[in-house]
């Protein structure tokens, strides 16, 4: 069964720094483009960051430009966001998701997997 799970989210206050993780099963990872996508409350689902297959290219929204950073672990079948200088608009469920593809990185409709999400909130 594939299958995407992520972790790592939670309360961090602004200015601060969180990890998040999505561990695949099932498939190998590195055979495919992996995407973080985010949704806040009452907001589409917006594209964070991307990770192409095998070594590709990286893309990131202009909101998380420098602040953000995508990887992977291929030894742990893991891709991972870094999510440094925290901002309160920051807060929403982030998916991971992933398609043989490629697809359009910013286009979620067009990966075939997701995970169940993970909650970040920055607040005070």
């Known amino acids: 069964q594939l299958q995407l799970v992520e972790s790592g989210g939670g309360l961090v206050q602004p200015g601060g720094s969180l990890r998040i993780s999505c561990a695949a099963s099932g498939f190998t990872l590195d055979h495919y483009t992996v995407a973080w996508f985010r949704q806040a409350p009452g907001k589409e689902r917006e594209a964070v960051s991307c990770s192409g297959s095998s070594g590709g290219s990286t893309n990131y929204a202009d909101s998380v430009k420098g602040r953000f950073t995508i990887s992977r672990d291929n030894a742990k079948n893991t891709v991972y966001l870094q999510m440094n200088s925290l901002k309160p608009e920051d807060t929403a469920v982030y998916y991971c998701?992933?398609?043989?593809?490629?697809?359009?990185?910013?286009?979620?409709?067009?990966?075939?997997?997701w995970g169940q999400g993970t909650l970040v909130i920055v607040s005070l």
């Open positions: 998701n992933a398609d043989l593809g490629p697809p359009s990185w910013d286009s979620a409709v067009e990966y075939d997997y």
